[in-house]
């Protein structure tokens, strides 16, 4: 018997409220070297400006404090192994007059690599934001719900408009979803190797990176054609609501399968997706003139 729409949307709230306290910790393994740019990501980045191995017989050192937003590139390493914290230290410059030290593990939480690619994919992976979009997506889902509640409401899945691009637009986004974690498991170092040295050409990078950042160009690319599809057959004021909805529904995808994948769930939970989605669409889902 076909789950109710109620029924699909309460399953939703519970699968994200039950994965939203998930948060990786990055690794150390080094990725950049000398003359590699980095942008603050911190509030602030304490430095001394006295030598690291002052800091460590905790003798009395200067500091430097550079603030979020400000950039830095790698001057030196430096090993000191009587250090119990950390023994990689890294010497960063601001300009000829603004230097100083800091150990590794201190350095790369509170620093984002110099590239725009590198800054999104530590922004979409912070915690808050991710905690962000699972309440913003538990609110939206229960509004669509009284939205399609109505008499003729148009969304995705459920009274589908008569094209098939804002279903494989999700299709796509869940699939992009769970083969990014599934990098993050079998791969990690293979994506770390990729957030500091980052491209959108999927032909720049190994096959499994390729394989990503082609469902990501299909998301734009899907993307674009759903609005297209969208304007010119609903009206303007419903087409903003369908497309609103479609967002949210995307946004709830990415948060599940991005999740539970990481336990292994997501792969049976895709597959389920896929052909209950193409399902609707061939069969029930798209809305009848």
Known sequence: MPMSRKSV?????????????????????????????????????ELITSQPEEEVSQMPTDTIVFYKNEQLVVVDFRIIPQDSIDSVWVHLAHDQFSFGWTRESTLLPSVDPDDPISQFISTFSNRHLLIFLIVIS???????????????????????????????????????AALYASIQMFAPDMWRHFYFHPTLNPFAVVPLIGIFLATVWLIVIVGLATVDEVRKRLPFGEAVLY??????????????????????????????????????FTHGGKAHP
């Open 9 to 45: 949307f309460s399953l939703l709230a519970l699968v994200l409220l039950l994965t939203g306290c998930y948060h990786r910790q990055p690794t150390t393994e080094r990725y950049y070297g000398e003359n590699f740019n980095f942008i603050v990501r911190a509030d602030s980045l």
């Open 243 to 280: 497309l609103f909805g479609v967002g949210a529904v995307c946004a709830a995808l990415y948060i599940v399968f991005s999740v539970t994948t990481l336990y292994y769930v997501g792969y049976p939970l895709l597959a389920i997706y896929w052909l209950w989605a193409i399902r609707r």
């Open 138 to 176: 538990i609110i939206a889902s229960v509004y669509l719900y009284k939205i399609i509640s109505r008499k003729n409401a148009h969304i995705v899945h459920f009274n589908d408009i008569d094209t098939p691009y804002p279903a494989a637009l999700c299709l796509t986004v869940a699939t992009s």
